[in-house]
């Protein structure tokens, strides 16, 4: 059985791994090239291949959420309680932050830096409320379907949603958080963070609502 603390260092060194891919290959892609269209291919291709590889190491452990709102409609679901749901995000969080700071000390940049890449106004919000409700239907309907098809199925939706919203897919809290700690390609600017968190939880709870009515309960 796992304990506690190895699904927390799951989570956090999980979520780290997943910003170091989404940082570092933004990094990469773009001392390689100018060509936006192909960093950002660069960028959803390395992320898409982290996730997979990450989800199907650690969902065994910890069920490799990586993302706050994945947590909360886990617990709404009924899969475990706050107390630990609240450690996870933690994990998380502090998962995410150590990505940031391993990806710049890579490339030689400074450490600590915030971002001032611009994202904001109800489009983007919007954005990202259907990319995060995507995420969570796609969850649900493969745990639904096949659970064994999950890092697979979550993997190729969001290196799809990249490409599809208008916001380029964060769809997940704590990797918006550790995005504006870094003024690079994937950046996010403090200031517009709150906005995209709070589409966020609005879109997951919203596929949350859809999958509680399209398909039964899959503990």
């Given at each position: 059985?796992?304990?506690?603390?190895?699904?927390?260092?799951?989570?956090?060194?999980?979520?780290?791994?997943?910003?170091?891919?989404?940082?570092?290959?933004?990094?990469?892609?773009?001392?390689?090239?100018?060509?936006?269209?192909?960093?950002?291919?660069?960028?959803?291709?390395?992320?898409?291949?982290?996730?997979?590889?990450?989800?199907?190491?650690f969902?065994?452990?910890?069920?490799?959420?990586?993302?706050?709102?994945?947590?909360?409609?886990?617990?709404?679901?009924?899969?475990?309680?706050?107390?630990?749901?609240?450690?996870?995000?933690?994990?998380?969080?502090?998962?995410?932050?150590?990505?940031?700071?391993?990806?710049?000390?890579?490339?030689?940049?400074?450490?600590l830096?915030?971002?001032?890449?611009?994202?904001?106004?109800?489009?983007?919000?919007?954005?990202?409320?259907?990319?995060?409700?995507?995420?969570?239907l796609?969850?649900?309907?493969?745990?639904?379907?096949?659970?064994?098809?999950?890092?697979?199925?979550?993997?190729?939706?969001i290196?799809?949603?990249?490409?599809?919203?208008?916001?380029?897919?964060?769809?997940?809290?704590?990797?918006?958080?550790?995005?504006?700690?870094s003024?690079?390609?994937?950046?996010?600017?403090?200031?517009?963070?709150p906005?995209?968190?709070?589409?966020?939880?609005?879109g997951?709870?919203?596929?949350?609502?859809?999958?509680?009515?399209?398909?039964?309960?899959h503990?």
């Amino acid at each position: 059985m796992t304990s506690p603390t190895q699904k927390l260092l799951a989570e956090g060194l999980g979520t780290a791994v997943l910003i170091v891919a989404v940082i570092g290959s933004g990094i990469m892609a773009q001392t390689l090239t100018q060509d936006i269209a192909l960093v950002l291919l660069v960028n959803t291709i390395a992320t898409g291949a982290t996730l997979l590889v990450l989800i199907t190491i650690f969902e065994p452990l910890s069920g490799a959420h990586f993302n706050p709102a994945v947590t909360l409609v886990m617990v709404l679901r009924g899969h475990f309680g706050w107390q630990l749901a609240l450690a996870y995000v933690g994990a998380q969080i502090i998962g995410g932050a150590l990505g940031v700071l391993i990806a710049h000390g890579m490339f030689e940049l400074p450490l600590l830096q915030f971002s001032t890449h611009i994202r904001t106004g109800s489009a983007q919000w919007f954005a990202e409320s259907v990319a995060s409700f995507g995420l969570v239907l796609t969850i649900f309907g493969a745990l639904h379907a096949r659970q064994a098809s999950v890092p697979l199925m979550v993997s190729a939706y969001i290196m799809a949603a990249y490409w599809f919203t208008a916001s380029t897919s964060f769809a997940n809290p704590a990797v918006t958080i550790a995005r504006t700690l870094s003024d690079t390609f994937a950046g996010i600017r403090p200031s517009d963070a709150p906005g995209f968190i709070l589409a966020q939880f609005a879109g997951a709870l919203l596929a949350l609502a859809l999958s509680n009515y399209l398909f039964k309960a899959h503990d």
